[in-house]
């Protein structure tokens, strides 16, 4: 049995009804500066399966709804740096991103040039291609602590990562791995888990400390188990833990 914080009885639902949708806003008139830096966001979904059972019995508007669109349970933010575009990264992403991507790219490029720093080409095996920055993995308070958000960012990195590499993260800004709460309707943020804790979830799917406290996933090194294997193992684990707590509840 899969060994989580919380007990499985506590899941809102079977996770493996969970989707990702992936979106990126691109200008039609695209150019060398708008190819240099994208900036993808992935929302996470909870679907209502036909054959489940909702309090009060089915069959309502809101239940139908819930099976057609889903509920928002949480969302991932990424950057992706293209490193040959003509164009600096540096300039553009100072230009269009946000200050935890400026701070994390202070740690792998040179802003005099927009190229990879010595360090950074000193450390990732082939330093040559993109590079991809998970900013933030927020989830809501009903889904925290069950090692949901490695498994998702795991996922986002398999999809988004062709011709990267390396991956960047920051435990110390990844400070939101919760979404407890609503204040009229919008989410409202809180710091969460400590740095150490998120250092651990981040090393959890193959992230490494490099530094200023950055950690990075060196692409060109990982095993034959990629990040998103072991994490599909856990999600296949929690959905089985899931029925048999129901079961056992009966």
């Known amino acids: ?8 009885r506590e899941l809102p639902c079977d996770p493996e009804h969970l989707d990702l ?7 039609f ?10 900036g993808w966001t992935v929302v996470v979904r909870e679907y209502h399966e036909e054959w489940d059972e909702c309090e009060g019995g089915c069959g309502t508007e809101v239940c139908e709804r819930f099976m057609e669109e889903g509920r928002e349970i949480g969302e991932l933010h990424l950057w992706r740096l293209r490193d040959r575009t003509g164009m600096s990264s540096w300039e553009v992403a100072n230009d269009d991103g946000s200050w935890e991507l400026m701070s994390m790219l202070s740690s792998v490029l040179d802003p005099r040039t927009g190229a990879y720093s010595p360090e950074f080409q000193e450390t990732v095996g082939r330093p ?8 933030r993995v927020r989830l809501r308070e009903e889904w925290r602590g069950f090692g949901l958000g490695p498994v998702l960012a795991a996922e986002a990195i398999r999809r ?7 991956v960047l993260t920051d435990p110390g800004m990844t400070d939101d791995w919760c979404w407890p709460g609503e204040a009229e309707g919008r989410p409202v943020l809180r710091r969460g888990d400590t740095e150490g804790k998120l250092a651990a979830l981040c ?3 193959g992230f490494r400390p490099f530094r200023n406290g950055v ?14 294997v072991p994490g599909r ?4 684990a929690l959905s089985h833990g899931y029925y048999e707590a129901g079961r056992a509840e009966e």
């Open 21 to 27: 949708t992936y979106t990126h806003r691109q200008s």
């Open 160 to 166: 988004l990562s062709a011709g990267c590499c390396a």
């Open 128 to 135: 040559d291609g993109d590079v991809l920055v998970l900013e």
């Open 233 to 236: 193992a856990h999600l296949r």
């Open 1 to 8: 049995m899969t060994r989580t914080r919380r007990p499985l």
């Open 203 to 205: 090393v959890s799917i």
């Open 29 to 38: 008139g695209a150019d060398a500066y708008g190819d240099t830096v994208e």
């Open 215 to 228: 950690h990075l996933l060196d692409l060109s090194r990982r095993g034959p188990a990629e990040p998103h």
